[in-house]
């Protein structure tokens, strides 16, 4: 009898040791930013990227701080029920399309040409990177599931 709660036990232990074990999620992982230490983080990636001048830095800074105050914003109306965050998804969707156009429009008044097409190709690697992410989380949910 105890040969075989000894044996049990060091099956259990090798299964248990021989996982992979991750050391926490992706997020915890990242960065933990205060929103005004993010605000500082894109507008220096942006500088060194598009080379702008300090007139252009406190401009984008301006619209990075209207744009924060919007999401906050919708992040407030968003605490709503699952049913009603489902009826109003496509409504939120083209009014953030439409939030990204006037964004654009008014980032071509204050960089130049090439500024403009820097930092428009970056906006779609940042949003390939998101959709990739997105996807992985839910193959992964998936796999999780079944």
Known sequence: ???????????????????????????????????QERQEKQLKK?????????????QINQ????????????????????????????AKKSEMQQERKILEDKMKVILTPEQFTTWKTNQE??????ANRMKERSNKRTEIEN
Do not use: C, F, W
């Not at 259990?12 to 929103?35: F, H, I």
């Not at 619209?63 to 496509?90: A, C, G, P, Y």
């Not at 690697?125 to 998101?130: A, I, L, S, Y």
């Open 63 to 90: 619209l990075l701080t209207d744009q924060k105050l919007k999401r906050e914003k919708m992040m407030d109306k968003n605490k709503t029920s699952k049913e009603e965050m489902k009826m109003q998804h496509e």
């Open 46 to 58: 942006m500088t060194a990227e598009l080379s702008l001048n300090a007139k252009q830095q406190e």
């Open 1 to 35: 009898m105890k040969k075989l709660i000894i044996a049990a036990l060091l099956v259990v232990g090798m299964t248990t040791y021989a996982q992979n074990k991750k050391d926490g999620s992706e997020r915890t992982k990242m960065e933990r930013l205060t929103p």
């Open 125 to 130: 690697k940042n949003r390939e990177k998101v």
